[in-house]
């Protein structure tokens, strides 16, 4: 179990720098800091997926608590107020964090509160595959009854934006046994079910919160939000409200039965895994990213997001929590360890069978996008990603059919389409190598840009898509064998190894040892010291064996490694950033210029155990144990997108990231790098002495 103590919990600003997160399985979510302050624009109790996973909508954003003993009139403590609130000039009111004992995260966040001898346990929790959240109050110690207001306060609004005061919020409320139904912003449903409750109508409007994470990314962190009114509810010793918010009639819903039913079904995620701390808490974060996607089918057999008819049973992989929607690189980097480390594998199967539908001119899209908008395809490695996964899912469930008569098809449109050229200038040279790019694109995983500059062009050959190109060939090779082919194989073979011939030629770099990061193009050998070299060893066909793969992995564990991640660039590189932060030009200027990543961790346990084979598995092990603080920080029970390059290593960007997630998952399981010291690893950083380990 993660937990926070009280020492923690009351300190403000160490308490706003971690968050909790819940999901839906649509791409909604519930999440704030574990004290309740929200710090960030995407923060609320019932933030919407509209036209999963897509459309998400701000429609609630808190339901503060404040306890009321006595009568009024008489002597006592009167009102405890709960909630916490960031306001400027740093003013932080309600102070309801001091009544914080903890907060624990273990198949959901729970929190408990103490105050004048009432013991006040809050458990919050997601429906999957609804846009509910339940909230439930249980009273576990209480001298005598008392009264629970709840401060409802509406945002209503698109999860990039901020609310501010207007005349846009509707304020007309049903109200009938204890339902609260509201329409916001003119059309979209919002029902607040509070058993037993009284509701007091009085609209108002509450000004000028403060989000200091929006603030530390230069970006806009004022919001007014909206209170149609306030409940009440009497409460005593013993007793457990169940409280629903949804955008569907909760009527004759029961928020204890959705929540036991939720409960079971997180129980079974975890129930045939290993008994490991650390890959339970990984496999719930992984469940969080693996969404329904509505793809509306357009002529003939591609998906688009327009036009057709809605076709609702395909799944997808939401790339990071809070910002982004799914991406084809990050699904197929992502759908091995999210999916099929896990056993999901009718999940990984979808997942492929959506992304073989929305192949164009032999591309995976780069992202579907928000509001009915058509897909981009710029990239060039998610559709090479594509490959592996495949692959993957072919080696743990063996299921030839589907690969073969649905996937086989699509794999050979992308390979004649890589040979005559897409998109982008993506086209095979008469070397054999893969060259990609155009002037102002980004199509590698470097994309940061910043209007028309590209951070890191990478245009030409980068060394991970040479990687990842002879990936593609020998597995489309092993494919066509499988099916009856071999002909046909022997020639994507003879392809495969012109282009592994020609890498081993152009791509050493004989001064530094290493292998060149691009040939660009103009045929320049660019000798960045970048992670990317890592894929011509860690994918299932290496480029490199032997010395020279020793030799690139030693380099990169003494000058890119951390137990976070791998930097992008060493220290010694002019181009080296060792803070990722401010607006929006130094956080995408820093992106990949020495920022660590996550993410690469997997493909670097890969190399470390094909270059040292079972001897690494030590090292491994070590590599999965020094991580696992991070379980405790930032998001609780996930891990997030990127870090500082250097010590103490700050988390940064999004708090929960599907890759991320799903590498240290796929290591884990694949290596069988199960901790022995379950515990040790999932407490506050400095409880335990190496004594008491």
Same mark, same amino acid.
């Given at each position: 179990?993660?937990?926070?103590n009280?020492?923690?919990l009351?300190?403000f600003?160490?308490?706003?720098?971690?968050?909790w997160?819940?999901?839906n399985?649509?791409?909604?979510?519930?999440?704030?800091?574990?004290?309740?302050a929200h710090?960030?624009r995407y923060?609320?109790l019932?933030?919407?997926?509209?036209?999963?996973p897509a459309e998400?909508?701000?429609?609630?954003?808190?339901?503060?608590?404040?306890?009321v003993?006595?009568?009024?009139?008489?002597?006592?403590?009167?009102?405890?107020e709960?909630?916490?609130?960031?306001?400027p000039?740093h003013?932080v009111?309600?102070n309801?964090h001091?009544?914080?004992n903890?907060?624990?995260?273990?198949l959901?966040p729970q929190?408990?509160?103490?105050?004048?001898?009432i013991?006040l346990?809050?458990?919050?929790?997601?429906?999957?595959?609804?846009?509910?959240?339940?909230?439930?109050?249980?009273?576990i110690?209480?001298?005598?009854?008392?009264?629970?207001?709840?401060?409802?306060?509406?945002?209503?609004?698109?999860?990039?934006?901020?609310?501010?005061?207007g005349?846009?919020?509707?304020?007309?409320?049903?109200f009938?046994?204890?339902?609260?139904h509201?329409?916001?912003?003119?059309?979209?449903?919002?029902?607040?079910?509070?058993p037993?409750?009284?509701?007091?109508?009085?609209p108002?409007?509450?000004n000028?919160f403060?989000?200091?994470a929006e603030?530390?990314?230069?970006?806009d962190?004022?919001?007014?939000?909206?209170?149609?009114?306030?409940f009440?509810?009497?409460?005593?010793?013993?007793?457990s409200l169940?409280?629903?918010?949804?955008?569907?009639n909760?009527?004759?819903?029961n928020?204890?039965?959705?929540?036991?039913?939720e409960?079971?079904?997180r129980?079974l995620?975890?129930?045939?895994q290993?008994?490991?701390?650390?890959?339970?808490?990984?496999?719930?974060?992984?469940?969080?990213?693996i969404v329904?996607?509505?793809?509306?089918l357009?002529?003939?057999?591609?998906?688009?997001s327009?036009?057709?008819?809605l076709?609702?049973?395909?799944?997808?992989?939401?790339?990071?929590?809070?910002w982004f929607?799914?991406?084809?690189r990050?699904?197929?980097?992502?759908?091995?360890g999210?999916?099929?480390?896990?056993?999901?594998?009718?999940?990984?199967?979808k997942?492929?069978?959506?992304?073989?539908?929305?192949?164009?001119q032999g591309?995976?899209?780069?992202?579907?996008?928000?509001?009915?908008?058509?897909?981009?395809?710029n990239?060039?490695?998610?559709?090479?990603?594509y490959?592996?996964?495949?692959?993957?899912?072919?080696?743990?469930?063996?299921?030839?059919?589907?690969?073969?008569?649905?996937i086989?098809?699509v794999?050979?449109e992308?390979?004649?389409?890589?040979?005559?050229?897409?998109r982008?200038n993506?086209?095979?040279t008469?070397?054999?190598?893969?060259?990609?790019?155009?002037?102002g694109?980004q199509?590698t995983?470097m994309?940061?840009?910043i209007?028309?500059?590209v951070?890191? $062009?990478?245009m030409g050959?980068?060394?991970?898509?040479?990687a990842?190109?002879?990936?593609a060939?020998?597995?489309?090779?092993?494919?066509?064998?499988?099916?009856?082919?071999?002909?046909?194989?022997g020639?994507?073979n003879?392809?495969?190894?012109?282009?592994?011939?020609?890498f081993g030629?152009?791509?050493?770099y004989?001064e530094?040892?290493?292998?060149?990061?691009?040939?660009?193009?103009?045929?320049?050998r660019?000798?960045?010291?970048?992670?990317?070299?890592?894929f011509?060893?860690s994918?299932?066909?290496?480029l490199?064996e032997?010395?020279k793969?020793?030799?690139?992995?030693?380099?990169i564990?003494?000058h890119?490694?951390?137990?976070?991640?791998l930097k992008?660039? $060493?220290q010694?590189?002019?181009?080296?950033?060792?803070?990722?932060?401010?607006?929006?030009?130094?956080?995408?200027?820093s992106?990949?210029?020495?920022?660590?990543?996550?993410?690469?961790l997997? $493909?670097y346990?890969?190399?470390i155990i094909?270059?040292?084979g079972?001897?690494?598995?030590?090292?491994a092990q070590?590599?999965?144990?020094d991580f696992?603080y991070?379980?405790?920080?930032?998001?609780?029970g996930?891990v997030s997108?990127?870090?500082d390059?250097?010590p103490?290593?700050?988390p940064?960007g999004?708090?929960a990231q599907?890759?991320?997630?799903?590498?240290?998952l796929?290591?884990?399981k694949?290596y069988q790098?199960?901790?022995?010291?379950?515990s040790?690893?999932?407490?506050?950083k400095g409880?335990?002495?190496?004594?008491?380990?």
């Amino acid at each position: 179990m993660l937990t926070k103590n009280r020492a923690v919990l009351q300190n403000f600003v160490d308490a706003t720098q971690h968050e909790w997160l819940e999901t839906n399985g649509l791409g909604g979510w519930a999440s704030s800091s574990i004290i309740g302050a929200h710090t960030r624009r995407y923060h609320g109790l019932l933030v919407a997926a509209i036209v999963p996973p897509a459309e998400r909508m701000v429609l609630l954003s808190k339901l503060d608590e404040t306890i009321v003993i006595g009568q009024v009139g008489e002597t006592g403590p009167g009102r405890i107020e709960l909630g916490v609130n960031l306001f400027p000039d740093h003013t932080v009111h309600p102070n309801g964090h001091q009544y914080l004992n903890n907060f624990t995260k273990e198949l959901f966040p729970q929190w408990e509160f103490e105050a004048e001898g009432i013991k006040l346990k809050k458990t919050i929790a997601m429906v999957h595959d609804e846009n509910t959240v339940l909230v439930i109050y249980d009273v576990i110690e209480a001298p005598q009854p008392f009264t629970l207001e709840l401060l409802p306060l509406m945002a209503a609004r698109g999860y990039h934006s901020l609310a501010h005061e207007g005349p846009q919020m509707h304020w007309h409320v049903d109200f009938e046994n204890g339902i609260f139904h509201n329409q916001p912003d003119g059309k979209t449903d919002v029902f607040i079910s509070v058993p037993g409750s009284i509701y007091q109508h009085t609209p108002r409007w509450f000004n000028n919160f403060q989000y200091s994470a929006e603030q530390y990314r230069g970006l806009d962190y004022t919001e007014d939000l909206f209170n149609h009114g306030i409940f009440s509810v009497q409460l005593k010793q013993g007793d457990s409200l169940g409280i629903i918010v949804s955008t569907r009639n909760p009527e004759g819903r029961n928020a204890h039965e959705l929540i036991t039913r939720e409960n079971m079904r997180r129980q079974l995620l975890v129930s045939h895994q290993p008994d490991d701390e650390v890959f339970e808490q990984l496999t719930l974060a992984a469940d969080q990213f693996i969404v329904k996607r509505r793809i509306k089918l357009s002529e003939g057999s591609q998906v688009s997001s327009t036009g057709g008819n809605l076709e609702e049973d395909f799944k997808t992989i939401i790339a990071g929590y809070h910002w982004f929607t799914d991406w084809g690189r990050d699904t197929m980097i992502s759908l091995p360890g999210l999916c099929l480390s896990t056993g999901r594998f009718d999940d990984a199967k979808k997942i492929l069978s959506a992304f073989a539908k929305s192949v164009s001119q032999g591309m995976l899209p780069n992202r579907f996008q928000d509001n009915g908008e058509a897909p981009e395809y710029n990239n060039v490695d998610g559709t090479l990603w594509y490959f592996i996964a495949v692959n993957k899912y072919l080696e743990a469930t063996g299921d030839k059919e589907f690969v073969l008569n649905e996937i086989l098809p699509v794999l050979k449109e992308i390979i004649d389409w890589h040979y005559k050229g897409t998109r982008y200038n993506i086209h095979v040279t008469d070397d054999g190598l893969l060259f990609a790019g155009e002037e102002g694109q980004q199509l590698t995983w470097m994309d940061a840009r910043i209007g028309n500059w590209v951070v890191t $062009p990478r245009m030409g050959k980068p060394v991970e898509i040479q990687a990842l190109w002879y990936n593609a060939l020998m597995i489309f090779a092993e494919l066509l064998e499988l099916n009856g082919q071999p002909d046909d194989a022997g020639m994507v073979n003879m392809s495969a190894e012109k282009a592994k011939k020609s890498f081993g030629q152009q791509f050493w770099y004989v001064e530094g040892n290493y292998l060149y990061d691009n040939i660009n193009e103009k045929g320049e050998r660019i000798a960045e010291f970048r992670p990317n070299q890592l894929f011509a060893i860690s994918l299932p066909y290496q480029l490199i064996e032997g010395d020279k793969a020793k030799v690139v992995l030693q380099h990169i564990t003494e000058h890119l490694y951390t137990p976070v991640g791998l930097k992008t660039l $060493p220290q010694g590189d002019p181009h080296y950033i060792p803070v990722y932060g401010g607006d929006q030009y130094h956080r995408d200027s820093s992106y990949h210029e020495g920022t660590v990543w996550s993410w690469l961790l997997g $493909p670097y346990v890969d190399a470390i155990i094909k270059v040292n084979g079972t001897i690494g598995l030590e090292q491994a092990q070590k590599v999965i144990n020094d991580f696992a603080y991070h379980l405790n920080e930032a998001c609780i029970g996930s891990v997030s997108e990127i870090f500082d390059a250097e010590p103490p290593h700050h988390p940064r960007g999004c708090i929960a990231q599907a890759w991320s997630v799903a590498e240290i998952l796929r290591v884990i399981k694949d290596y069988q790098l199960f901790s022995e010291v379950k515990s040790a690893t999932m407490v506050e950083k400095g409880t335990l002495t190496e004594a008491q380990l």
